[in-house]
């Protein structure tokens, strides 16, 4: 990866709008934050795609967990989706022993080719996180994995997300989950180039989006590079 990326959640036009003038790269587009980012509507990344020219990494997660069971459902909202305007899509499958479900993943990658997609913060609740990221990191049309490092937070997750990137997977890493301004220059230090924020970018979920705040971590995440 060359220069910086900086992803941003949005969850309607306003947020997208926001995170645009903020200087954000590229949108993680969900729903139901409560249930810690669901599939949007197609008609919310639709009328995104007509106000907003980043690109729109579609949440594809219908239940609170990182199982399959809503594979089939996932997959029929993928051409729905893309077009509307999906760029690409987040998703990834855990197994009843925590370890990467690579027979749903490999569905869901078939489903959404040739979009790239995310692993998202599944890799984080395995509970081999080695063997997580060497089932992953050689998939197909993968474009970043969403990792925290933890499931607890980029705080206590520093030390895997620097031996990943020593590992030679810094330029797949998109550093969120628990993500301060804090944190940045440590993992610049490590080599990763790609964060990913939320909550940090507003007051509450039920507020919009700031995009003096955006403008913050972009200003941030540059002024090294």
């Known amino acids: 990866m060359t220069g910086s990326l900086l992803e941003v959640i949005a969850l309607d036009v306003r947020d997208a709008v926001a995170a645009e003038q903020g200087g954000a790269d590229r949108l993680e587009v969900v729903a139901d934050m409560a249930a810690d980012g669901l599939s949007p509507a197609a008609e919310t990344v639709a009328a995104i795609a007509r106000e907003c020219p980043l690109p729109q990494m579609v949440m594809l997660r219908t239940e609170a967990n990182f199982g399959a069971d809503s594979l089939d459902k996932l997959s029929s ?58 089932a992953v990191r050689l998939l197909p049309n993968l474009a970043t994995v969403l990792t925290s490092g933890s499931p607890n937070g980029v705080t206590d997750g520093l030390p895997v997300l620097k031996a990943r990137a020593e590992a030679g997977d810094a330029g797949l890493i998109l550093a969120g989950g628990g993500l301060k301004l804090r944190h940045i220059p440590t993992l610049l230090d490590y080599g990763v180039r790609a964060f990913h924020v939320g909550s940090a970018v507003r007051d509450s979920w039920t507020s919009p989006i700031e995009a003096r705040l955006v403008s913050q971590w972009r200003a941030l995440i540059d002024r090294d590079l």
């Open 77 to 134: 909202l993928v051409k729905e989706l893309a077009d509307a305007g999906a760029a690409g899509f987040v998703f990834g499958f855990l197994d009843a022993k925590r370890a990467v479900d690579l027979a749903a993943t490999e569905a869901l990658i078939h489903a959404v080719s040739p979009l790239p997609w995310t692993f998202h913060r599944a890799v984080d609740h395995a509970a081999d996180t080695q063997a997580s990221w060497r």
